[in-house]
T-cell receptor, first 115, second 115 residues
Framework: DTEVTQTPKHLVMGMTNKKSLKCEQH?????MYWYKQKAKKPPELMFV???????INESVPSRFSPECPNSSLLNLHLHALQPEDSALYLC??????????????FGPGTRLTVL | GENVEQHPSTLSVQEGDSAVIKCTYS??????FPWYKQELGKRPQLIID?????GEKKDQRIAVTLNKTAKHFSLHITETQPEDSAVYFC??????????????FGQGTILTVHP
């Protein structure tokens, strides 16, 4: 089973709200990723977790706060977002972190709209 | 870091024709190259990948070729069908320096197959 799940599917929030995106995989993968994708653009890497530790932060603003509670779960906490943060947020996982031939599998994404 | 160029940005073919999408990459250390298909509103789905120890890989109507010397790889779809219509992204997984473990995507190709 190569399934990554994400909740919610859609989220609308105001600029003062606090919300969280959730991602789950039960494939025993030890690397998990957050990507942001704007319309008609490729996914852009935000964060990488390897063995539940944050290993890469692509200079993402602090209003995005990732968390990896265990090897199956990945959260993205959102606070004080801007309308330009509206996008599709994709989670991905791969089997072995920092291996240069490791396949990443994507979840269905959360469509975020910031009003 | 890694840079991936993808061409063409749009491709329109008649059902039954072949489609070819080409990508070049900059980091000679990269050795894993996946292709993702993304239908409107859905997740990027891995359709084929190639590792640098082979020059070509085929899966039914889809094939990928890799030329490591020239640093380019291509996706070939034969006998195209309307359901092949989607955005296709090539990617390269970094294997050196600050690109290590990061997936860099091309800008995408919008493929339209006309019945």
């Amino acid at each position: 089973d190569t399934e990554v799940t994400q909740t919610p599917k859609h989220l609308v929030m105001g600029m003062t709200n606090k919300k969280s995106l959730k991602c789950e995989q039960h494939m025993g993968h030890r690397a998990m990723y957050w990507y942001k994708q704007k319309a008609k653009k490729p996914p852009e890497l935000m964060f990488v977790y390897s063995y539940e530790k944050l290993s890469i932060n692509e200079s993402v603003p602090s209003r995005f706060s990732p968390e990896c509670p265990n090897s199956s779960l990945l959260n993205l906490h959102l606070h004080a977002l801007q309308p330009e943060d509206s996008a599709l947020y994709l989670c991905a996982s791969s089997q072995v972190p920092a291996v240069s031939t490791d396949t990443q599998y994507f979840g269905p994404g959360t469509r975020l709209t910031v009003l | 870091g890694e840079n991936v160029e993808q061409h063409p940005s749009t491709l329109s073919v008649q059902e039954g024709d072949s489609a070819v999408i080409k990508c070049t990459y900059s980091d000679s250390a990269s050795n894993y190259f996946p292709w993702y298909k993304q239908e409107l509103g859905k997740r990027p789905q891995l359709i084929i990948d190639i590792r640098s120890n082979v020059g070509e890989k085929k899966d039914q109507r889809i094939a990928v070729t890799l030329n490591k010397t020239a640093k380019h790889f291509s996706l070939h779809i034969t006998e195209t069908q309307p359901e092949d219509s989607a955005v296709y992204f090539c990617a390269a997984l970094g294997a050196g320096g600050t690109s290590y473990g990061k997936l860099t995507f091309g800008q995408g190709t919008i493929l339209t197959v006309h019945p």
